[in-house]
């Protein structure tokens, strides 16, 4: 099976150290920058697409659904402890 040619080129600019942090994680990962760029793009362009996608309901799942997004919310004691939490390592 012969492999895909890859031919395209992509340049950008970043800041020194998140281009660091970038090859550290390559590093770890035992890939090269290029691989591990690619595949963390291709991943999260994947992603952003399937977020977009159209569900479609019949109309009674659609009234059940829109029923529930219409109850008032309820406190859930667990996510409000998780969500009050700080760390360090996010932006």
Same mark, same amino acid.
């Given at each position: 099976m012969a492999l895909a040619r890859k031919n395209e080129t992509v340049t950008f600019r970043m800041e020194p150290a998140t281009l660091e942090t970038i090859q550290r994680a390559a590093g770890a990962a035992g890939k090269s920058l290029t691989a591990f760029v690619t595949e963390a793009a291709? *991943? *999260? *362009? +994947?992603k952003e697409l399937l977020d977009q +996608?159209? !569900?479609a309901l019949d109309p009674e799942a659609f009234d059940a !659904? /829109? *029923?529930l997004l219409s109850e008032p919310a309820r406190a859930n004691a667990?996510? /409000?402890k998780l969500l009050g939490t700080h760390r360090d390592w996010i932006d």
């Open positions: 291709y *991943a *999260a *362009a +994947r +996608r159209f !569900v !659904v /829109e *029923a667990a996510l /409000e």
